[in-house]
């Protein structure tokens, strides 16, 4: 290790105040200045914050956007999800592969670049898209491909490629983005103005118990998809025993399909900032937290100038808005790539400065949560819609939407459409009204709520999008007839294979088995029994799975067997002989007829 290194970590260290929590902020600056965090660094940082090396090692080998092994100067993550994928993303990293010489997963001889698939980045609205260090590239194709390695070989910058500012914020001095907000429907509840601290002053005018009050009678339920009753959550925390207590904001959207949170942190940070604010009133807390996933750090300066600016402005820090004896601050932590640090407990580890193993419920976050105190999880959207509802009313917001759920909904809607961006529609509107919104004109089938959720046909149209029947937390994907269903549910199991954080045995195997079976199906060698050891290999995982990461990841299997059985069924056959056929015999002897130069007589090919 370098003295660079050596003295860069001994005064990082110094400055998180060894804080074992600021972990992942160490290991994050670490790989950012040297391209990875080596032995060597994992060692000085297990011995400056005083932590056993297992643990550095731990979470340096649990987070993507980490490494041990020495990155290139420029690390191209170009997203294959699924609707990159559609869009063309194969044929982009094609060129990115030949342009630079080298497969995914390697680094250039020179140390320049290094290439990479990642999973979602938020950005399936301007597929196909990539992540080149912390800057976002959208709207790919291969010319542009090779034009970026060509421009960053002859020096340029990331940031002076980025010629052309989206709309909106992302052409803020502090963001410089590409990325467009495709804001396609604006409601009264997130897309409103707001005067910053006009809902937060209404608040301080009430007592604690009574913006819970409020917030119950509003009947706003969490925006991530369960749906838990936002006032009853807080209450439990306030009621909950500890001096200290914490709101955790979770802007780690990381279920593919969905980037509705990015358009609030970029257009709305004043809204979503005072409900966190609102909420550590509400429970007592005086620090909050955003986690930011590592795919969105291209917001973090606008989104910390923000914060910065609400201080100067009395509405964070001590005595806000005068009220004495109130004293709320937030701070940013970023993620480091990791979908399973969407599920709240998980975000918690990565929070206190851990791997994002999910922990064990009960004890619930809101009794023991953030370093074993009560704390409020609550995503981007919820805060912002419990800002609105102190500002509004509860009444007011309790009057939208359908009755189980009140209030309007943001969707982000992309895949097969014509409108593919962010949509702020009630509850309870019909899917098949949703799509005519989207130009979805060919839609055959529809991801409604991310892989996690559920996939329908044209038979589901008419069902409507709320808690109660088709809930999802804002992800909708479009497919049109000339997709594969089945090749779909086998990309998302891909990606569940490549999520699990493997604590669990029916998630790690269960999920690799199940991607296993399926592929079969679809190679052509399936039979019918497969069908029936699916579905029940699926619903082991989803019952025996230790977090809510295990028990939805067989759904892209299980809703394609229930609501596209034909495309199942026309690719599996009987089997007279009753051999079963696991795996391809000629793909398994084709390598060792290429090493012995013979070929096989007992199986021709
Ligand atoms: Fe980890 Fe999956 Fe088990 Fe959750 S269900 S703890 S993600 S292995």
Known sequence: M????????????????????????????VQARFGCVSPQSITAISREMKLPRADVEGLVTFYAFLSTAPKGRYVIRLCNDVVDMMKGARDVGEAFSRELGIKFGRTTADGLFSLEWTPCIGMSDQAPAALINETVFTHLDGDKARRIVGELRRGSTLEGMVDTFGDGNNAHPLVRSMVMNNIRMRG??????????????????????????????????????????????????????????????????GEPGTFKDRVILTECPH??????????YAIGARKGIIYLRGEYAYLRAFLEKTIQDRRDSGLLGRGI???????????????????????????????????????NRPPFPAQKGFLGRPTVVNNVETFACAARILDQGPGWFANMGSNGSPGTKLLSVSGDCRR????????????????????????AAVQVGGPSGQMVGPADFDRTICYDDLATGGSIIVFDSKRDVLEIASAFMEFFVEESCGFCTPCRVGNFLLKQRLDKVLSGRGEPSDLDALRELAETVRFASRCGFGQTSPNPILTTLKNFRSAYEKRVKPN???????????????????ITGRKSVLFPA
């Open 321 to 359: 808005c005068g009220k004495a004896g109130f004293e709320f601050d937030i701070r940013v932590q970023m993620g480091a790539g990791a979908y399973v640090c969407g599920e709240e407990t998980s975000l918690i580890s990565s929070c206190e400065g851990s791997r994002g193993d999910p922990k």
């Open 420 to 443: 593919p961006g962010v949509y702020e529609v009630p509850f309870g509107i019909k899917l098949r009204d949703f799509l005519r919104m989207a130009d979805a004109s060919d839609a």
């Open 271 to 280: 809204l979503f900032l005072e409900g966190m604010t609102i909420a550590g």
């Open 2 to 29: 370098s003295n660079d290194a050596s003295a860069f970590i001994k005064e990082y260290c110094a400055k998180t105040g060894r804080d074992p929590a600021r972990l992942l902020d160490v290991a994050r600056e």
């Open 576 to 594: 007279p002989e009753r051999i079963e056929p696991s795996f391809d015999i000629r793909a398994a002897l084709a390598d060792a007829e290429n």
């Open 188 to 253: 009264p509840v997130i897309f409103s103005d707001l005067q910053p601290g006009s809902a937060l002053k209404k608040a301080l005018a009430l007592s604690p118990a009574e913006v819970i009050r409020d917030i119950k009678t509003s009947r706003l339920r969490g925006r991530g998809g369960a749906g838990f009753p936002t006032g009853m959550k807080w209450d439990f925390t306030r009621q909950a025993e500890g001096a200290e207590k914490y709101v955790l904001c979770n802007a780690d959207e």
